[in-house]
């Protein structure tokens, strides 16, 4: 159980495009959801928090308007990031928390990894 | 606020030995600690978790961290390791009232070596 799974694993696309990254709860409701970004050897930075049904909040100096974060639904969040340049090239890493789960726990996905040509 | 000090970015160890990560944390409130391990291009998978009580905690694969609450170190061992625990592991900690930020550390390779 608490699988989180993540789509693409591996994208690459040109500088300028937008890409759209998914971040589903395969078993269970996660009412929130986290956007973490990865740089080669180093930890990992919260992004943004989302709830579902409503507004992500973004951590300071991360770009709201570049990192579009949708919570639609209970079992899934999407990270669009918009005018992609080489400097996005990240992996890119969400986790959910259970609706009905300890208050504790965090559900990781296997991240996306982006490279901006 | 706060922070993880995760005072070894790389440890080397050969296959069988001991091995011991070491992490700091700062805080002015009550915590949760955490260590996660990450395997190459893979998320991050839940080791052991202290939240409170016993502040010897056993997790998995023969990890065990001790909480020392007036050191405020969360230090995670292993007696023996396998080349199978060769990655990345993360320490980690959010405050144990609201909010689910966590705040991880630059996080510790380790490198078994056969």
């Known amino acids: 159980g608490a699988v989180v799974s993540q789509h693409p694993s591996w994208v690459i696309c040109k500088s300028g495009t937008s890409v759209k990254i998914e971040c589903r709860s395969l078993?269970?409701?996660?009412?929130?959801m986290f956007w973490y970004r990865q740089f080669p050897k180093q930890s990992l930075m919260l992004m943004a928090t989302?709830?579902?049904?409503?507004?992500?909040?973004?951590e300071q100096g991360v770009e709201k308007d570049k990192f579009l974060i949708n919570h639609a639904s209970l079992t899934l969040s999407t990270l669009t990031v918009t005018s992609a340049h080489p400097e996005d090239s990240s992996f890119y890493i969400c986790?959910?928390?259970?609706?009905?789960?300890?208050?504790?726990?965090?559900?990781f996905g296997p991240g996306t990894r982006l490279t901006v040509t | 606020a706060q922070s993880v000090t995760q005072l070894d970015s790389q440890v080397p160890v050969f296959e069988e030995a001991p091995v011991e990560l070491r992490c700091n944390y700062s805080s002015s409130v009550s915590v949760y600690l955490f260590w996660y391990v990450q395997y190459p291009n893979q998320g991050l998978q839940l080791l052991l978790k202290?939240?409170?009580?016993?502040?010897l905690v056993k997790g998995i694969n023969g990890f065990e961290a001790e909480f020392n609450k007036s050191q405020t170190s969360f230090h995670l061992r292993k007696p023996s390791v396998h080349i199978s625990d060769t990655a990345e592991y993360f320490c980690?900690?959010?405050?144990?009232?609201?909010?689910?930020?966590?705040?991880f550390g630059a996080g510790t390779r380790l490198f078994v070596k056969a």
């Open positions: 202290y939240l409170s009580g016993s502040t």
């Open positions: 980690a900690v959010r405050k144990d009232t609201g909010g689910f930020k966590t705040i």
């Open positions: 989302s709830n579902e049904g409503s507004k992500a909040t973004y």
């Open positions: 986790s959910a928390r259970d609706r009905l789960g300890a208050s504790y726990e965090q559900y």
């Open positions: 078993d269970f409701q996660a009412t929130t």
